[in-house]
């Protein structure tokens, strides 16, 4: 189970308001974990592949699950 920490949304938009494009290590990190064929990668096989470390592939992941759900709650706020 994934906990989202409370993030401003200013954080997490661009001067326009727009929300920040995903980085490419936010993608391949949330595809590996969550979407991967076989297996999910530890977190540690994911930094052994970027040459980072564990702690900052975990860093990574929240960044791009807050954006995932900020998008989501926008859009209910939208929907409402």
Do not use: M, W
């Amino acid at each position: 189970v994934h906990s989202f920490p409370t993030r401003c949304s200013s954080d997490l938009k661009n001067s326009k308001g727009r929300i920040q494009p995903f980085k490419r290590q936010e993608k391949d990190i949330i595809k590996i974990r969550f979407f991967a064929k076989n297996k999910s990668l530890t977190y540690q096989e994911i930094g052994d592949k970027y040459g980072i470390s564990k702690q900052r592939v975990q860093q990574i992941e929240k960044s791009a699950l807050n954006k995932i759900k900020f998008l989501f709650e926008e859009k209910e706020v939208l929907t409402v």
